[in-house]
Each structure stands twice: as structure tokens, then as C-alpha cells.
């Protein structure tokens, strides 16, 4: 049975989980033995009010958007690091960015009706919102071009582990501890992964589990 135990987000907010206010619902469950609850639009919870989810007998917890979010900040970290890697060759760069916004503005079909306010404020949702519309951009060909061209690019010249630090530092620690590579794609990946790790605790599931879920994970 698919809930909303309180929980969800907006543009800038995130509506915390609070175990008082949902165990009239919580208790509720356990009148019927066939059913178990779907917690709806669980997102950007913190790791210990998804613990506390579960055991308020929430099982599945749906996640929709929060793991594109964290694709476009590891696509715009690596950006960042093209930007200083490029510094020289400005017309070399991938303009992943800047391609993004043009497609989105060309069709605002997918994220007029959820972003409202003034043209500056709707061009800040439309790259940073916590409801992540440009997750339905990403498949179009330009920014499938734009995104190879940026792996492509920081493959070339290597991604230092300095600038990993400095734009993506958890995955900064992964590359040091030799958990993960410097290769581009795989700094994305494990930054979904990062979001992915929350909910495995969550669950419960150890760490071979949590290992054997992540590689499950592609970018597409």
C-alpha cells in the first residue's frame, strides 16, 4: 500500500521524517497481515530517518529524483574540473552546461508547470531544483554528445586527484582508499552509488549486499 507518511520535498525544502507524527499510521499496518507500506517520495531523507522508516514498518521506500540529482552534481563537478583543465583551450570544452540550459529552455514542457518565479529564478531551479526536471533532458543527442566529449576530455588529460578533492571530496576518499578510479564516468557512478549507500543501511543490507547492489548501477 503506497503512503505519505510525511515526508517529501520542494524546490528548496526537504520535509523531514518525524516518527511521533506517523505512528497512528505506522500501527495502522499491523491489522492487516497481506499488506506492507510503500513510503512515497522519500528523497533526500538523511540515513537515520530512513532507518527509522523501516522500522516503523515503511518496507519499500521509493526514491525518484535524488539519484539524477546526484548524476547532474557529479556531471557538474566534473564540469568544474574541465573548466580548470581547459583553461587554455576554452573551445575544447564540452559545454555540458550551457547545452543543458538550452535544451530546457527550448522546452519548457517538462518543467514549467513544477518551477514558478522570475526568469532568474526559474533558470536556478532549472539546474539545481530538488525536484530535478532536467532529469527528463539528459537522454536528448546534444547533451549525450556533450557528455562524451567531457569524459572524453578529462580522460585525455587525466583527472587529478586534486581537483577530485576540491569538487567531488567523497569520492575523493574512494579514489585514495582505491575503492574507485579517476576515470569520469566511474566518479559519476560512484556518486550515485553514495545516495544508494543510504538507503542499503537503511534496509539493513551488509556490506557485501550493499557491494553487490551498486554494481548494479550503469550510466546510460
Known amino acids: 500500500m503506497v503512503v505519505q507518511p510525511g515526508v517529501g520535498f520542494s524546490d528548496d525544502r526537504v520535509f523531514d521524517y518525524n516518527h511521533n507524527a506517523a505512528m ?3 500501527s495502522e499496518i499491523n491489522n492487516y497481515k497481506n499488506l506492507v507500506y510503500e513510503a512515497h517520495s522519500t528523497d533526500y531523507q538523511t540515513r537515520q530517518p530512513l532507518k527509522q522508516m523501516v522500522r516503523d514498518h ?3 521506500l521509493k526514491v525518484g529524483p535524488w539519484l539524477t540529482f546526484a548524476c547532474r552534481e557529479a556531471l557538474f563537478g566534473l564540469v568544474e574540473i574541465e573548466k580548470e583543465l581547459f583553461e587554455d583551450q ?6 555540458l552546461r550551457e547545452r543543458l540550459e538550452k535544451a530546457m529552455a527550448a522546452n519548457p514542457s517538462y518543467w514549467q508547470s513544477h518551477y514558478s518565479g522570475t526568469s532568474s529564478e526559474e533558470k536556478f531551479k532549472r539546474k539545481f531544483s530538488y525536484l530535478d ?4 533532458f539528459w537522454p536528448d543527442e546534444s547533451l549525450r554528445d556533450a557528455r562524451q566529449k567531457l569524459f ?5 588529460f587525466g583527472v587529478p586527484p586534486a ?3 576540491q569538487y567531488m571530496p567523497n569520492q575523493y576518499y574512494q579514489v585514495r582508499q582505491g575503492h574507485i578510479g579517476c576515470d569520469p564516468e566511474e566518479l559519476v ?3 550515485i552509488r553514495d545516495v544508494l549507500r ?5 534496509c539493513g543490507l551488509g556490506a557485501r549486499e550493499g557491494i553487490n547492489n551498486q554494481n548494479n548501477v550503469a550510466l546510460n
Do not use: D, V
Not at 90 to 95: A, W
Not at 133 to 136: E, F, I, P, T, V
Not at 198 to 202: D, E, L
Open 24 to 26: 497512528k499510521l505506522s
Open 58 to 60: 515503511f518496507c519499500i
Open 90 to 95: 576554452p573551445g575544447q570544452k564540452s559545454f
Open 133 to 136: 526536471r532536467s532529469r527528463y
Open 152 to 156: 572524453s576530455n578529462l580522460r585525455k
Open 163 to 165: 581537483l577530485i578533492s
Open 189 to 191: 557512478l560512484s556518486k
Open 198 to 202: 543510504i538507503y542499503s543501511t537503511a
